[in-house]
Every structure is written in C-alpha cells, then in structure tokens.
C-alpha cells in the first residue's frame, strides 16, 4: 500500500495546505454519507411498515441521488484511503467498515431490482425477504458508520 500513498492525490490530500485537500475531502465524504445513509434508512423505514400511507412508488426516484451519493463516496473515500493507505487498508475496522458499506449497496441495489420494479409497485404485500433486507440495510449502515468514526480513535494507537 505504500505505492498508494506515493501517488500525487495521496500526497495532496495528506500534505496540501489547500482547503480542497483534507478538508474537502473528508467533507464531501460526511455530505456523501449524510445522503446516502439519510434515503436508505427513508427506504429501509417504510419497508419495514413505518408510514404505510406513504406511497412506495415515489420512493424510487431517490435511487438516482443515492448512487450519486456513493459515488460521490467512493471517489472522495478513495482520496482519504490513499492519504494513509499503510495504517487504514490494514486497519480491522477499515476491514469491517467496507464490507458493511459495500453489502448495504449491494442490498440497496436488490431492493431497487426487487421492490421497484415491475408494473405492480406498491400493489403488492412486501415479502419477508425484502424486510429483511431492509433491517440488513440499518444494520449495516449503523455498523459502518460506528466503525468509520472509531477508526479515528485508534488510528493514531501504535500495533
């Protein structure tokens, strides 16, 4: 991982001075997360029977500002990765945060393929299975987001 961290967008955002270094970065990551982890709890709510005179077909127009969201994620966590790629990539609970950002967008993903699509939206019972899934999806979410702050209580400790 050492090679990450020479690249040019690594050393930018560890060393600039800039305000589009760090800063920038670590604030388009929060706002990413905000959006992202704010519509899918939304989702995850109302398939779960929270507001049920809610509609469920206008929900997945949220989808499009959701992958935007992790997009916006994915680049700006990638410019924090590379800034200390050596400690984080190692790190368990990096480890653990990825695997539950990367499963709550994979399950996002089956929810849209499963729930949203098909001409009787809304129309018919959800099944136990997407419930599940949307339970999974909280979980998931809230695990990430504790892992990712106690990254920054620990990152600093040495092995």
């Keep these: 991982m050492l090679w990450l961290e020479k690249t040019a ?3 930018f955002v560890r060393e600039s001075l800039s ?13 990413g997360l905000g959006i992202i982890v704010g519509l899918s709890t939304v989702l995850a709510l109302r398939l779960l029977g929270f507001a049920p005179t809610l509609p469920l077909a206008p929900l997945d127009k949220l989808f ?13 966590g990638s410019g924090l990765l ?5 400690k984080l ?3 368990p609970l990096f480890i653990v945060k990825i ?6 967008v994979a399950i996002l993903r089956v929810l ?6 098909g001409p009787e939206l809304g129309n018919k019972p959800l099944d136990t299975g997407s ?6 999806l909280l979980g998931l979410w809230l695990l990430a987001m504790i892992c990712g702050r106690l990254i920054a209580y620990t990152y600093y400790r040495s092995p």
């Excluded at 695997?99 to 709550?104: E, G, K, T, Y």
């Design 19 to 31: 305000l589009f270094a760090y800063p920038t970065f670590s604030t388009v990551h929060t706002i």
């Design 131 to 136: 419930k599940v899934l949307a339970g999974s």
């Design 9 to 11: 967008i690594a050393t």
């Design 64 to 76: 499009p500002t959701m992958w935007f969201a992790f997009a916006l994620n994915l680049l700006s």
């Design 99 to 104: 695997i539950c950002v990367f499963s709550a």
């Design 112 to 117: 849209q393929v499963k729930v949203f699509r």
């Design 82 to 86: 590379a800034a200390a790629a050596t």
């Design 89 to 91: 990539a190692p790190h």
